[in-house]
């Protein structure tokens, strides 16, 4: 029988990313079940005991202490992962002699650090996250707000303070952002150019820049403004502030908002402001209906819509009709449906939206409006899961950083013989795991040989730390159908399933 053990380190922080990285590592140890690393704030906490792994000396950690939590075979696995976890997070100041680099242990010092900083990019758990932006907004710093769980009051009341100082935030849960050039957080490597992007979507915002920089294009600044930022209570503060900086940015020519759809007071502000712009503008909101759009404006149902739109042309080809014709003939009898395994939430939401436009009734574990809840699908039917949705990450790494988070539905899709296509996403760059294809490849080919079609698309550049044409290739050898991107890869599976 399992065993669950908690160890608290007291007055210790490491940022989110490598907490993950290093519960991967850990859960990766033989004996072990699962493995967390989290900051012991109420809401870290209350996540723990929702997965059954918080026990009394986790459950009297503080909001400055590390809880290293896990369940193991027995004793003697969780204590040795235990002291294994222990070792890595000491191994770091184990270096810290000699010439190791100085690192600034406060806000404060790094800005007295770094002459003519002019971003913060806050990543400490959501508690604290709002105390250390307004430090850095005080400062004269625009921020990026990495942390997720930030109230959305006190999110309204920093982007209300930004506006008033003449800057910007970015967030909070902002994970993808293109400012000058850099890509920051899950951003990837895409070259400067003359389109503006703002977005309150990391993924869609990786998905645009990817396709414009594949197509010869570049970005001037990618703004991610955080997924609330577009609802009633934030009101689109950020965004309007993005819109504000892109226009008179003279290094851009056009600039693309990528989104679900706003709430409908906000949409009229956001609408209003583009339209006194100097500036052409691609609108992408994802499930939106038609909108009335200025003479500057055009819509694009798609993110690859989008990224054409905004390069004047160059539409992203589909998979060759001879591909998708052996697929179909290989379908079999009995096979209709379609099964979407999704690291990135736009994406997921952008494939629900496709299928629902072709007659395609769709669950989801995060459906849009209109679109049923996976409780209705689970059965049998078409279904999208959001794999980065917390019902699948509580207590282990995101897809994107461990990306065999999926292995385990995406087995399940294989083997189901209801099940024509199965649709899945590899999402490249900074801060992805090495080899996202490599997960991906590996289950397809421990899969019945009478398994569904698969189709991929890749987010990424041949810049990426992972390669794309690398990663494209790890996936053709598996013999999957890669899609040039997530709307050709959900139109394919469409013309596959329908037989």
């Not at 150019?193 to 600044?221: F, K, M, N, P």
Request: hydrophobic share 50%.
């Amino acid at each position: 029988m399992s065993t669950v053990h908690n160890r608290v380190r007291a007055g210790f922080y490491l940022d989110s990313v490598a907490l993950m990285r290093l519960s991967q590592t850990i859960t990766a140890r033989s004996g072990v079940v699962e493995a967390a690393l989290m900051i012991g704030t109420p809401a870290n906490r209350a996540i723990l005991d929702d997965a059954g792994l918080l026990v009394a000396d986790g459950r009297a950690a503080g909001p400055n202490d590390l809880i290293l939590a896990l369940r193991a075979a027995d004793h003697a696995a969780a204590e040795a992962a235990l002291d294994a976890a222990d070792a890595l997070l000491d191994r770091p100041a184990a270096g810290s002699g000699g010439g190791a680099r100085w690192r600034p242990r406060t806000l404060a010092a790094a800005i007295d650090a770094l002459d003519g900083a002019n971003l913060a990019l806050i990543s400490v758990p959501g508690a604290f996250a709002a105390g250390e932006a307004r430090m850095a907004l005080a400062r004269g710093l625009n921020v990026m707000i990495f942390s997720d769980n930030v109230a959305v009051a006190d999110e309204r009341a920093l982007k209300a303070e930004a506006a008033e100082r003449g800057l910007l935030v970015m967030g909070p849960d902002c994970g993808t952002a293109l400012i000058g050039g850099v890509p920051l957080a899950f951003a990837n490597a895409v070259p400067r150019g003359d389109i503006g992007l703002i977005a309150a979507s990391g993924t869609g915002l990786q998905e645009v820049s990817c396709l414009i920089a594949r197509a010869g294009g570049g970005v001037s600044h990618g703004i991610g403004v955080g997924g609330r930022d577009l609802g009633q209570a934030v009101g689109g503060l950020s965004t309007l502030a993005a819109i504000d900086l892109l226009d008179a940015d003279p290094a851009t020519r056009h600039v693309v908002l990528i989104s679900k759809p706003p709430a409908a007071g906000v949409a009229d502000k956001v609408i209003d402001r583009i339209a006194r712009a100097s500036k052409s503008f691609t609108v992408c909101l994802i499930g939106a209906e038609t909108l009335a759009l200025p003479a500057n404006t055009r819509f694009a149902a798609t993110l690859a819509d989008a990224a054409a739109d905004a390069l004047g042309g160059a539409p992203v080809a589909a998979p060759p009709a001879a591909t998708l014709a052996r697929a179909r003939a290989s379908r079999g009898d009995g096979r209709r449906w379609i099964h979407g395994l999704y690291t990135g939430g736009t994406l997921a939401a952008e494939a629900q939206v496709i299928l629902r436009a072709a007659g395609v009734s769709v669950a989801s574990n995060a459906p849009i409006p209109g679109a049923d809840t996976l409780e209705g699908g689970r059965d049998g039917g078409h279904r999208i899961l959001d794999l980065g949705a917390d019902e699948y990450t509580v207590g282990r790494p995101h897809p994107m950083i461990e990306p065999n988070v999926r292995v385990p539905e995406l087995a399940r899709s294989l083997a189901d013989p209801s099940v024509a296509v199965v649709l899945v996403d590899v999402v490249l760059g900074f801060g992805a795991h090495p080899d996202p294809a490599g997960a991906v490849a590996a289950a397809v080919a421990a899969a019945p040989a009478s398994r569904p079609a698969v189709v991929a698309s890749v987010c990424g550049t041949d810049g990426d730390p992972q390669n794309l044409a690398a990663q494209i290739a790890r996936l053709e050898s598996a013999d999957i159908i890669v899609a040039g991107a997530n709307a050709r890869a959900v139109e394919a599976a469409i013309v596959i399933a329908r037989g």
